[in-house]
């Protein structure tokens, strides 16, 4: 967990740096502005990517959200639909994902592609069990 996060921050901290770098290369070149502009591109387009990744995320737990009488209710129900189906979204991520990687070039599927599969995958599995749920049949028989 918390190596984890020191490499991520670091990795964090190399980037940011590598983007001031590149903005002040443009600035002292002749073609400066034109390169900004492209940078400020790719920074919205950074932006746009982070918006939909956090969307996703929270359409997912949307989707596994089940109400109970209180706010430990609803937490512990919704917590074991995630422990309950997040095996079977992930293998079939997994799947996917191979699959991905096959097809193209062989090259790595980026990690917050793989995670914003997973979050539609389980975005599907929770709306049928929802639905299911909600319709009254009993999953435990």
Not at 48 to 70: H, M, Q, V
Request: glycine share 8%.
């Amino acid at each position: 967990g918390g190596s984890l996060r020191i490499r991520f921050h670091r990795l964090q901290i190399k980037k940011r740096r590598a983007h001031q770098q590149q903005r002040i290369a443009c600035f002292a070149t002749d073609i400066g502005v034109r390169e900004e502009k492209r940078l400020e591109q790719v920074v919205m387009h950074n932006l746009k990517e982070k918006i939909r990744f956090t969307l996703s995320a929270a359409l997912y737990l949307l989707f596994n959200l089940r109400i109970g009488a209180d706010l430990a209710a609803t937490l512990q129900a919704t917590g074991w639909q995630i422990l309950q189906t997040a095996p079977f979204v992930a293998g079939l991520t997994y799947l996917i994902v191979s699959v991905l990687q096959y097809m193209g070039d062989g090259g790595k599927v980026p990690w917050d592609r793989k995670l914003r599969l997973f979050f539609a995958i389980g975005i599907i599995a929770g709306l049928i069990l929802a639905i299911w749920e909600y319709a009254g049949v009993d999953l435990q028989q």
